[in-house]
Each structure stands twice: as C-alpha cells, then as structure tokens.
C-alpha cells in the first residue's frame, strides 16, 4: 500500500473525528478545512484531476471559508454550557453505522460492476473534460454560467433591501 495515501486517509479521518468532537465553532471549521484538503490530496493520488480541483475550489476555497466567516461573524460573547460529548445511547449510532457499512459493502460486492473483468479506463484529465465543456456542451455552461450571474445579483438585491430595511 502506498504511504502517501495511508498519510492522507489518516490525516483525513482524524480531523473529521475532530471536527465531530470539539467544542469550539471554529476549530471545527478549521478541522473540517483540513478534511476536505485531505479529500482533495486522496482525489489527486487516485489521478481524479477534475473531482481533486474542484474540492478545492469549491469545498476549501468557498464553502470552507464561507463556514469560517459566518462563525467569526455570527458568534456572541456568551459561554455555551458544557455538555457531554456522548449520549447514554452512542451505541446505538455504531450499531447503525456499522449496519450501513455492512449493507453498502454486501451490495457493491454483489454488483455487477464487481464482477465485470478490468478494462483499462480512458484517461479522463482537466484538460480532457475542459475540451468537452468548451466544445460539446457550451451551451449548457454558458446556462449555468448565466443562472449563477442572476442568483449573485437577486442575492445582492435582497441583501440590499433588508439592510434598508434597518
């Protein structure tokens, strides 16, 4: 096994383990930073160029950050109370979850896809999907693009309002 991917997975599961745990708002977001990271680091070392850059840009580079903010703006002064971290029923969320596991794994392990003989896959690079966005789907890209420029502008337009508003 290769250790690069053992570091990544390691330090993935850890800082999502922290983000569950810890008490404070802000080193949860910061331990969530840290797992989409290491997300994106597992994406790029199973040569997944597109998925890996795109959970950077979008998961650390927006939604990430987005948390960061809206918490350091939004906190109050006040001290929540201490409660425990685990409920007198935590294992039944185990028991759940290892119940899941075992039914998500049954099932891939009995799907067709598991059985069908190895064919070597195409290569799919950015460079690749970039040349099919800007060939043949371009008209739906220039729709999504023209959707998000709309959604930016209402959202502007309604935070105007509700700032007049006061």
């Known amino acids: 096994m290769d250790a690069g991917f053992v570091v990544f997975a390691g330090l993935t599961v850890i800082s999502a383990s922290a983000a569950m745990s810890l008490r ?12 989409f990271a ?7 070392k199973l040569n997944a160029q597109f998925v890996g850059l795109a959970q950077i840009l979008v998961y650390i580079g927006a939604v990430a950050i987005l948390i960061v903010f809206a918490i350091l ?28 596991f075992c039914a998500l794994a049954a099932a891939i392990c009995s799907s067709a896809l598991a059985k069908r003989p ?7 690079t950015v460079e690749n999907i970039g040349d099919k966005l800007m060939t043949t789907y371009i008209l739906p890209l220039e729709v999504i693009g ?7 502008i209402g959202a502007v337009i309604i935070a105007m309002q509700e700032r007049r508003s006061r």
């Open 24 to 35: 404070n708002l802000v080193h949860c977001a910061l331990c969530l930073t840290v797992t």
């Open 38 to 44: 290491g997300l994106a680091a597992l994406y790029l």
């Open 73 to 100: 703006l939004t906190r109050s002064d006040e001290q929540t109370l201490r409660a425990t971290i685990l409920s007198p029923a935590w294992w039944v969320g185990v028991l759940v979850g290892v119940a899941v």
């Open 118 to 124: 190895a064919v070597p896959p195409t290569p799919v």
């Open 146 to 152: 023209l959707l998000l420029t709309a959604a930016m």
